[in-house]
């Protein structure tokens, strides 16, 4: 009843185009962009901004970039934190070697950084693909962090080999409250985002999409490899690297290598298998639903099990549920919550009526 | 229908979570946030010491009521020894209580580093007891981070001074040559810089060996010792790395009475692994192990006699839990000098900075505390937040950890000055105008 | 040059504890396609279990019996609520639940028996002994005829016995398989069945090596560069990669790792698998790739 397209009618190109074609779909993502960037600001405490919805919106951005690349052009990485760790080392030395840099610039040079990287070690992926080359993504996330680890240029010769974000300028205003330092990254993000959903309907999204479903059809119907694979590693390498820089900046000011191991990537790719793979929404979805989920369990085992050993098992239990839900999401819904978003709006287009 | 409980369900979580979220407040109480890890491969010290500091806090509680009638709360929050989650960790208990979180201890260097910042602006000190950043010791460009006891600089210069002891005077460790293995994390890097100070000094030759986390395999690493031969090794390691180590160190025929661990590699669970291995290897610490204290014995008796204990029962009196006791009576300690200055009411954690700062623990109150031996005399200041600093060395017998020196002494001498000069070089990085101290 | 072969041999004896993880990765690929990112949690399950069994009192060999008897319910019940729901989806989507599968047996393992280290001790000695001026373990060697044994039994079982020859069957083609009526769900869960008894041996020897404890499915990681170089399908593959891994890992960190600041294990090993796919996608005993449109 409230959400059909029933007498809108796309009357030129450009409409046909659109990114939400249905006008309630506009409505809603602005009074969503309207609530996240207006209303969050001045309700959320501290803690809901700093420790929640900035490192959620950080992470989102990093499971965008694994999306382009994972669920896009279908090319598995677990070197998605090693590419975070490029950017914002990379964002550091611009902002402590060349301080004439604005900040922004900083955090696109890191983007760049991140993802010159990744075409590097896109390019096995020319000759190897699969598992194969899941396992050689592994071996950019081990190399780089060992290169950040020993190299103390890249620290600036700090002697535990830790970096700290200088104070933040961004226009002339100091970014330095959690509000601030929220809208910064919500912005970031939000541009990034879009950039993302307009590109991978671009005709590069598509060559992506294609190369997925079968790299030698792709080949065959005239897209380049080489070309495409690199770009998806180029561009998911860029939005990796750009959260990481905000990661160091907005998240957590003081950051080793070993802030962004392993098990980060680990964390960003159950974010977008539960969020959904090939979707952007999905990378959001995937990013509350990983952040959260802990944080919420967490906060049970404090209420529940208060100072006893109720909590050791709360602590297992979490790694319990978080494998519990992966393996129940792949059987069950393999399109993750973004697809349960999808089915949850037709339904809501056929009701009341559902036949 | 299925799927779309599934939504249903997500959104009735998240709705939970910001119901758990605030809603906290309670008069007469103090509350201290346990930032503790329980799971992952440092599990063994995240549940051994905080585990002890609540079983600290409870003995407080049960025995006399609390602190001047101010009764301890305390909630755990799960870091996983991760960075990130340890500032969410921060994050969500530096509020709670009805004066906001007393102090934050992370225990581990990288939180610390991630969260000592935030600690000054939120003016919620943290503080990191034998862990953290070495140059912390100046109060005047780090007012809210407290190193307290002793700090992996101090306590690597009394190592050194414990290695001329054994090879009989300091002169003597000139030309000897020293191995130093360390964790490849910030952790284990913050000794290298005053270690190659120290060589230049003393005139001994040092190689650095890093080992990555988590340090499974230490082969090439032995080997390479095994050949370059030293007189001492000196072990950063921490948790799995340890045990390794030393099996590693028996196959190539180290001796492990030359092999001296910093005191995150000298617990039991450190050892106990490698089995006979491990005899005879010496590793610092600022505490023993065992039960015989009164201050042990009140735990047993007011908190595990009422089963209110918070680890199992056989981990009471190991090298962690004693730790887990010691950051118990440091803390509260503190916020009994704080509340005689500010009255006796739960705190902030800006008064509660001040009892730090003005801590005077002396050989009468220890014994008073019931923790004779346990603990150093410690007496802190604005321009010292460290205090103690020094060590004992504990040798590993086969079964248990027998104390070998008397307190050494840091090299106070040489540790100070690297420490202001670093101190300086980030206040001036930051921007931050030292404070100053009368 | 004395030195040169020791860190060779010790090499190549650390490379046989981390063919012993990829054995297990290989069995089950080689059955079922499925790349079991979860190995290294079983390794660590099964060692957990073992242990506690010890500790409650059980004689080793019981608690052998019965640690393998958990394994094979696990084995059995990894089939049932994981694999067979998820039978023709793409590889990728077993690969990911298999990384779910790894965090919860992590957590079931440590949830059940405690995350405190553990010391394990299966009674032989790991004392240095002295060859030619060089020095070596007898647990090392004792760990390399323990993965010995096993692939004997493992090929005499693949070759020898009605189930191995359908589980060859399976690995060559599901379908055929199915068609000539072999029980696919009985065949895989005799596989995972088999990867938890070589988990379980793996665990033994490294658990009573660095102690039983969360770090121990963390060697999955060493045995992945392994399976590269070896190809995924080939148990022969599995050793002399572990093998070329070992030893080569152990060299450069000796002898190239200082110019570098060392610690280059992490990585060596990874690159070394990675140049080496460049030239031979398939690894050096993988079946060859043949991509039909």
């Known amino acids: 009843m409230l959400y059909r397209e029933a007498g809108q009618f796309k009357t030129s190109y450009a409409k046909d185009l659109a990114i939400f074609p249905i006008r309630q779909d506009r409505w809603f993502i602005a009074l969503v962009l309207i609530f996240f960037g207006l209303v969050v600001p001045l309700i959320a405490n501290d803690y809901w901004l700093k420790s929640i919805l ?30 975070m760790a490029v950017g914002a080392f990379a964002a550091y030395n611009f902002n402590i070697r060349v301080p004439e840099l604005p900040l922004i610039v900083d955090f696109i040079l890191a983007g760049l950084c991140a993802a010159l990287v990744g075409m590097v070690f896109g390019l096995p992926s020319l000759r190897i693909k699969g598992f194969y080359l899941a396992v050689a993504t592994l071996a950019a996330q081990f190399f780089i962090e060992w290169v950040l680890t020993h190299f103390g240029w890249f620290t600036n010769y700090s002697s535990s080999g830790v970096i700290s974000a200088p104070p933040m300028k961004m226009f002339g205003f100091a970014v330095e409250s959690a509000v601030e330092k929220y809208l910064l990254t919500l912005g970031v993000v939000l541009v990034m985002a879009l950039a993302a959903k307009n590109m991978v309907r671009s005709s590069a999204g598509r060559a992506w999409m294609a190369v997925r479903d079968k790299d030698i059809s792709a080949e065959v119907i005239g897209i380049p490899l080489m070309k495409t694979k690199l770009t998806a590693f180029g561009v998911s390498s860029f939005y990796c690297g750009v959260a990481g820089a905000l990661w160091t900046y907005c998240y957590l000011g003081t950051v080793e290598p070993a802030a962004f191991d392993l098990a980060r990537s680990f ?43 109720q909590a050791d098992t709360m602590a297992n239990l979490e790694h319990v549920i978080f494998g519990g839900l992966i393996i129940f999401f792949l059987i069950v819904e393999p399109h993750g919550l973004a697809r349960l978003w999808q089915i949850a709006k037709e339904k809501l287009r056929l009701w009341p009526f559902p036949y | 229908m299925k799927r779309i409980n599934l939504v249903g369900l997500a959104v009735g979580a998240g709705l939970a979570l910001g119901a758990v979220g605030p809603a906290w407040a309670q008069a007469n109480e103090q509350f201290v946030p346990m930032p503790i890890y329980r799971t992952g491969p440092y599990a063994a010290g995240g549940t051994g010491v905080f585990g002890a500091f609540m079983d600290y806090l ?381 | 040059m004395t030195f040169f072969f020791e860190v060779l041999i010790g090499g190549l004896l650390a490379g046989v504890m981390y063919s012993l993880v990829a054995l297990g990765f290989v069995m089950i690929f080689k059955a079922s396609g499925v790349f079991n990112f979860a190995q290294g949690a079983l390794v660590l399950f099964a060692a957990l279990t073992f242990v506690g069994f010890m500790e409650k009192g059980l004689p080793f060999w019981v ?76 647990f090392d060697f004792f760990a390399a005829g323990c993965a010995a044994l096993l692939v004997g039994a493992l090929v005499l079982f693949f070759n020898k016995t009605r189930v191995g020859l359908a589980l060859r069957a399976v690995a060559d083609d599901h379908q055929a398989a199915l068609a000539v009526g072999i029980p696919l769900q009985f065949v895989w869960a005799v596989v995972w069945a088999v990867a938890g008894l070589v988990a379980l041996v793996a665990g033994l020897l490294w658990g009573s090596r660095l102690g039983v404890q969360f770090s121990l499915s963390l060697v999955a990681l060493k ?71």
Not at chain 1, 284 to 289: D, H, P, S
Not at chain 2, 109 to 124: L, M, N, P, Q, R
Not at chain 3, 256 to 264: D, E, K, N, S, V
């Open chain 1, 54 to 83: 900035i490192p959620l919106l950080v992470s989102s951005l990093a499971a965008i970039g694994l999306n382009i690349l994972t669920g896009y052009a279908g090319q598995l990485s677990l070197g998605t934190a090693g590419f």
């Open chain 2, 58 to 438: 409870a003995l407080i509680n049960e025995r006399d009521g609390g602190l001047n009638g101010v009764k301890f709360t305390w909630e755990e929050c799960e870091t996983a020894y991760d960075n990130a989650r340890g500032v969410e960790c921060y994050e969500r208990l530096k509020g709670k209580g009805p004066t906001g979180a007393a102090m934050f201890h992370p225990l581990s260097t990288g939180i610390t580093y991630s969260v000592f910042e935030k600690g000054a602006v939120d003016k919620v000190p943290v503080v990191s007891i034998g862990y953290g950043r070495g140059d912390a010791m100046d109060g005047r460009v780090f007012p809210y981070l407290f190193p307290l006891i002793t700090t992996y600089w101090s306590q690597n210069t009394a190592k050194i001074k414990y290695i001329g002891m054994k090879e009989g005077g300091m002169d003597k460790l000139k030309g000897k040559k020293l191995a130093n293995i360390y964790h490849d994390s910030a952790y284990g890097k913050e000794t290298i810089d005053i270690l190659n100070k120290q060589a230049a000094m003393y005139g001994f030759e040092v190689k650095h060996f890093p080992v990555a986390h988590p340090g499974l395999d230490q082969k090439a690493v032995w080997l390479q010792i095994k050949q370059m031969a030293p007189d001492w090794v000196i072990l950063r390691g921490w948790g799995v790395m340890n045990p390794t180590a030393l099996k590693e160190a028996q196959r190539v025929n180290f001796p492990r009475e030359k092999i001296v661990g910093v005191w995150w590699s000298g617990s039991e669970e450190d050892v106990r692994p490698a089995g006979a291995a491990a005899k005879g290897y010496v590793a610092a610490g600022f505490h023993p192990a065992g039960k015989n204290f009164p201050v042990i014995k009140d735990v047993e008796k007011f908190v595990y006699g009422k089963k209110k204990g918070n680890v199992e029962a056989e981990r009471v009196g190991t090298i962690y839990y004693n730790r887990g006791i010691i950051h118990g009576i440091v803390s509260v300690e503190a916020m009994r000098v704080a509340q005689e200055k500010f009255g006796k009411k739960p705190l902030t954690g800006e008064q509660i900075a001040w009892g730090l700062e003005n801590l005077n623990i002396t050989a009468e109150r220890i014994k008073a505390l019931g923790a004779e031996g346990l603990l150093q005399p410690l007496k802190t200041s604005c321009l010292d937040h460290e205090g103690g600093g020094a060590v004992k060395f504990q040798q590993w017998d086969g079964d248990k950890w027998v104390i070998v020196t008397d307190w050494i002494e840091a090299d106070k001498k040489l540790v100070r000055p690297l420490a202001e000069e670093s101190a300086a070089k980030y206040a001036k990085e930051k921007n931050i105008t030292p404070r100053t101290c009368n």
């Open chain 3, 223 to 293: 045995a992945l560069p392994v399976l590269i170089l070896g190809g995924f399908t080939s148990i022969a593959g599995a050793i002399v990669g572990g093998l070329i891994i070992g030893a080569s890992e152990k060299l450069a960190e000796v002898f190239i790792g200082p110019y570098f600041g060392g610690a280059i294990e992490n990585w060596f090993p990874y690159m070394l698998a990675l140049a080496f796919l460049l030239i031979r996608p398939q690894g050096l005993f993988g079946e060859k790739i043949i991509e039909r449109v």
């Open chain 3, 63 to 138: 608690a052998m019996a019965v640690t393998l008897a958990v394994m094979m319910g696990s084995a059995i019940l990894i089939e049932r609520f994981v694999l067979r729901p998820l039978v023709n989806q793409p590889p990728i989507t077993l690969f990911m639940a298999t990384i779910g599968l790894s965090f919860l047996l992590e957590g079931l393992g440590q949830g059940l028996w405690g995350s405190q280290v553990r010391a394990l001790d299966i009674g032989i000695e790991d004392l240095p002994f002295d060859v030619l001026g060089m020095t070596f373990s007898k």
């Open chain 1, 267 to 309: 964390l960003i790719l159950f974010m977008i298998i539960i969020g959904g793979v090939g979707s952007i929404l999905g990378s959001f979805l995937g990013a509350a639903f990983i952040g959260l989920l802990p944080i919420f369990l967490n906060n049970m085992a404090a209420t529940i099990g208060h100072g006893t050993l």
